[in-house]
């Protein structure tokens, strides 16, 4: 059974910074694509980051420069550091997976069968 188990998130005040871990279970983490995705009440769901197995990101242009994706294939545990936070950033925060393949173009919600829980951050002023 796949399994995506977020943590790290919080309430941070604007310019903080935060560091999300999803722990993976059940399938082959390292032969994988993963990716963030957040959704804000009232929003659609969108991307934020996704990286492939051999290391290489993508970034939805709203975070570039402030958040990044990484992947310890050791612990089967991907992160997302956030730094400079913006209020616009508040979201539920989802770890996703897309088992033994590599994927480009594009964030897209479809290109993920599976989904975590969540972790919710707040930006205040």
């Known amino acids: 059974t796949v399994q995506l188990v977020e943590s790290g998130g919080g309430s941070v005040q604007v310019g903080g910074s935060l560091r999300l871990s999803c722990a993976a279970s059940?399938?082959?983490?390292?032969?994988?694509?993963m990716g963030w995705y957040r959704q804000a009440p009232g929003k659609e769901r969108e991307g934020v980051a996704r990286?492939?197995?051999?290391?290489?990101?993508k970034y939805a242009d709203s975070v570039k420069g402030r958040f990044t994706i990484s992947r310890d294939n050791a612990q089967n545990t991907l992160y997302l550091q956030m730094n400079s936070l913006k209020a616009e950033d508040t979201a539920m925060y989802y770890c996703?997976?897309?088992?033994?393949?590599?994927?480009?173009?594009?964030?897209?919600?479809?290109?993920?069968?599976?989904w975590g829980q969540g972790t919710q951050v707040t930006v205040s002023s």
């Open positions: 990286i492939n197995k051999d290391g290489t990101s």
């Open positions: 059940g399938f082959q983490y390292r032969l994988s694509s």
């Open positions: 996703t997976a897309a088992p033994n393949t590599d994927l480009y173009g594009q964030l897209d919600v479809d290109d993920f069968p599976y």
